[in-house]
């Protein structure tokens, strides 16, 4: 059974930063995919990041730049920092793992609100 739980969320200020994490249950080479979408109310999930099992990671416009994922293999850990966030990034972020048999996995959620 795989879990993953995020942490890191939180009340920033426009221009601030944060850095999310998801704890993985399993080694993280277990999963051909992993990474961060995000939801806002009323809003379609969206893909914030990607990273594969030999490093290549990916992102789209909206964040590229701004976002970098990145992970401690050691640790089954993947990281989520959030640069010069706007009001527009606020959203539950959560981390997802595919696994080998292209099911997707969800962490709970963690909240990141970016007002002033």
């Known amino acids: 059974q795989v879990q993953l739980v995020e942490s890191g969320g939180g009340l920033v200020q426009p221009g601030e930063s944060l850095r999310l994490s998801c704890a993985a249950s399993t080694s993280i080479f277990d999963f051909i995919a992993m990474g961060w979408y995000r939801q806002s109310p009323q809003k379609q999930r969206v893909l914030v990041s990607t990273i594969s099992p030999d490093g290549t990671t990916s992102y789209p416009l909206s964040v590229k730049g701004r976002f970098t994922v990145s992970r401690d293999n050691a640790k089954n850990l993947v990281y989520l920092q959030m640069n010069s966030l706007t009001p527009e990034d606020t959203a539950v972020y959560y981390c997802?793992?595919?696994?080998?048999?292209?099911?997707?996995?969800w962490g709970q959620g963690t909240q990141v609100t970016v007002s002033s």
């Open positions: 997802y793992a595919m696994t080998r048999d292209f099911s997707m996995h």
